[in-house]
């Protein structure tokens, strides 16, 4: 059996390519596979910028909530930011959404996951999902390479899930507060 390789074009007009498709300017490159959970296709270098910043928007507000001392009422954390107190609560006497969720945050940070869930479940949920969304931008960025389709999927299932999670978890503490 004869195995060989037939040009096809001219090389001096830059289009020689082999047969197989491949141009005759990539021989000498391998092929590296895309990591897991990462795309054969390049990203743009705006795209890799945007992850950037958005690994570093993720990690300075993971980095916030930890600077923060965890309220031990598990609400009201977010006032030591210089913030005014929830105004629901002060206006209509019941927890808004969002109750909670700096303290769970900061209590997440810590590595309590106990007294992170107690705070709010979903804020719990919300820390770890921010943090993977981290790990996530900075492979993009490193890599250059966007995340595949399945991955793609699962972030946006996520932001969907612990949305409703979280108007669920907010009418159930309604009926207990």
Do not use: Y
């Not at 296709?41 to 992850?51: G, I, V």
């Not at 109750?99 to 309590?112: A, F």
């Not at 972030?155 to 009418?171: T, Y």
Request: aromatic share 10%; with cysteine.
């Amino acid at each position: 059996m004869r195995v060989g390789v037939r040009l096809v074009g001219s090389v001096e007009e830059g289009s020689a390519s082999l047969s197989s498709g491949v141009k005759a300017g990539d021989l000498g490159r391998q092929s590296v596979p895309a990591p897991v959970g990462l795309s054969a296709n390049r990203c743009a270098w705006w795209f890799r910028l945007l992850m950037i910043t958005g690994a570093l928007v993720g990690g300075g507000l993971l980095g916030v909530a930890r600077s923060l001392s965890p309220a031990s009422a598990g609400l009201g954390t977010h006032q030591q930011l210089g913030l005014p107190p929830c105004s629901m609560r002060m206006l209509f006497g019941v927890r808004c959404p969002a109750c909670g969720m700096t303290t769970s945050w900061s209590w997440l940070t810590r590595g309590d996951l106990v007294a992170s869930a107690q705070a709010s479940f979903t804020g719990m949920l919300l820390g770890l999902f921010v943090l993977a969304l981290v790990v996530v931008a900075v492979r993009v960025a490193w890599f250059g390479r966007s995340s595949s389709g399945k991955a793609s999927w699962w972030m946006g299932f996520g932001v969907v899930f612990i949305g409703v999670l979280s108007a669920a978890e907010w009418l159930v503490r309604l009926q207990f507060d």
